[in-house]
């Protein structure tokens, strides 16, 4: 089955430096991968994902880049702000006879000051 | 609309005891998902629903079971509760499965089992 591998588990920035984390996946029949970003007392909320078939996305400060060969894939904020303090989690798909669903990272706490 | 509801928010339960976590959803999305989310082990799937009549297996179903009472409907049933399993829990739906859609999550239970 797919296994989700997230780095780093925290992280610290200063208010307007960029933040990168990166996520690694095993099955290479996964084709889409999303990230979700949790804020406190609240269930996720997508915030980019990004198809097999594109190399990178963006979303005005949020980016996405995604290598199938080496089969890993990162989200890139830069001129972080305050309110980007959260816990944010990649996935990637997983299929079976029964459909598609997500395997989700354990998740990285970014945590902005200003 | 209200998105992705869940019921209740807490729930204390004592080991040995059974309950029923609620989920909706109106969206008229076909594919539902519960996940449970524990510190450092980011969103775990529990069983999902690729469509109306249909539940399948995800990551760690044991001691769980599920259903699929219509098409906004998706229940989660703890039988005979432990204390492995308090955590918090999570209902989420998509559009459809076997394709790569967002999913949505509703705002979580939290659940204690003394």
């Known amino acids: 089955g797919e296994n989700v591998e997230q780095h780093p588990s925290t992280l610290s920035v200063q208010e307007g430096d960029s933040a990168v984390i990166k996520c690694t996946y095993s099955d290479s029949a996964s084709n889409y991968f999303p990230w979700y970003k949790q804020e406190l007392g609240k269930g996720p909320q997508l915030i980019i994902d990004?198809?097999?078939?594109?190399g990178e996305k963006k979303d005005q400060r949020i980016a996405v880049t995604l290598n199938k060969t080496a089969k890993h894939f990162s989200l890139h904020i830069t001129e972080t702000q305050p309110e980007d303090s959260a816990v944010y989690f990649c996935?990637?798909?997983?299929?079976?006879?029964?459909?598609?669903?997500?395997?989700f990272g354990k998740g990285t706490t970014l945590s902005v000051s200003s | 609309n209200a998105g992705v509801t869940q019921t209740p928010k807490f729930q204390v339960l004592k080991t040995g005891q059974s309950m029923t976590l609620q989920c909706a959803q109106d969206?008229?999305?076909?594919?539902m998902y519960w996940y449970r989310q524990d510190p450092g082990m980011g969103l775990r799937l529990i069983y999902y629903?690729?469509?109306?009549?249909?539940?399948d297996k995800g990551e760690v179903p044991n001691g769980y079971n599920v259903s699929r009472l219509n098409k906004r409907e998706f229940s989660l049933r703890l039988e005979s509760a432990a204390p492995s399993q308090t955590s918090v829990y999570f209902c989420?739906?998509?559009?459809?499965?076997?394709?790569?859609?967002?999913?949505?999550f509703g705002p979580g239970t939290r659940l204690t089992v003394l």
């Open positions: 996935a990637a798909t997983l299929t079976n006879q029964a459909g598609t669903a997500l395997i």
């Open positions: 989420a739906s998509s559009e459809r499965s076997g394709r790569t859609d967002t999913q949505y």
């Open positions: 629903s690729a469509s109306e009549g249909t539940t």
């Open positions: 990004i198809r097999s078939n594109v």
């Open positions: 969206m008229n999305h076909n594919s």
